[in-house]
Each structure stands twice: as structure tokens, then as C-alpha cells.
């Protein structure tokens, strides 16, 4: 496929870059390599291939999330230097 000044303008705005006029014909060679490369792929027999997200197997290797019960407030409280019956108190730190 022949890469035109045109598409390379256009793969220039939507890639937010402002290539030099000198560049531009670079730009377009790279852009027919990787059009090409596709064209490659392309052609590869994919049938009965399941797509892949990761070439590695993903999983997950935390535990699950279990409900547990917690230590009994009145216990956890008992240590503050401060308290009522459901939360520390501290100094107020902003006024």
C-alpha cells in the first residue's frame, strides 16, 4: 500500500505531531514498513487460533475477599489515650 502526504498528514494530527517538511517523506517510508509488516501478518493462517488478551496465563493471586469477623470495638478502644464508645478522640489539628 502507498503511503500519500496525505495520510501522513492526517497519522500527523491525530498523533498531535507537526513533522517537518523534510520528514514527512521519512515518515511515509516508515508508515509503508509497518503497512507492509501488517500485510505480512495478514497473511498468516489464524483459523482455530483463540485470540489472546496475554501471552502468558493471567491470574489472580490474591486470596478472595472473606467477610470476617472484626475485634470487638470495646477492646480496640480500651487503649486510646482518648475515647468515647465509638471512636478515638484526638486534638483538633486544624483551625
Given at each position: 500500500m502507498k503511503i500519500t502526504e496525505e495520510m501522513v498528514d492526517h497519522v500527523a494530527l491525530l498523533s498531535r505531531l507537526k513533522p517537518e517538511p523534510e520528514e514527512r517523506a521519512h515518515m511515509s517510508a516508515e508508515l509503508e514498513k509497518i503497512v507492509s509488516y501488517m500485510e505480512v501478518l495478514n497473511a498468516l493462517d489464524t483459523d482455530g487460533i483463540e485470540p489472546l488478551s496475554h501471552?502468558?496465563?493471567?491470574k489472580n493471586v490474591l486470596r478472595e475477599d472473606v467477610v470476617e469477623p472484626s475485634f470487638p470495638r470495646e477492646e480496640l478502644l480500651k487503649n486510646a489515650p482518648g475515647g468515647d464508645e465509638e471512636a478515638f478522640l484526638v486534638p483538633k489539628a486544624v483551625e
Amino acid at each position: 500500500m502507498k503511503i500519500t502526504e496525505e495520510m501522513v498528514d492526517h497519522v500527523a494530527l491525530l498523533s498531535r505531531l507537526k513533522p517537518e517538511p523534510e520528514e514527512r517523506a521519512h515518515m511515509s517510508a516508515e508508515l509503508e514498513k509497518i503497512v507492509s509488516y501488517m500485510e505480512v501478518l495478514n497473511a498468516l493462517d489464524t483459523d482455530g487460533i483463540e485470540p489472546l488478551s496475554h501471552v502468558f496465563p493471567v491470574k489472580n493471586v490474591l486470596r478472595e475477599d472473606v467477610v470476617e469477623p472484626s475485634f470487638p470495638r470495646e477492646e480496640l478502644l480500651k487503649n486510646a489515650p482518648g475515647g468515647d464508645e465509638e471512636a478515638f478522640l484526638v486534638p483538633k489539628a486544624v483551625e
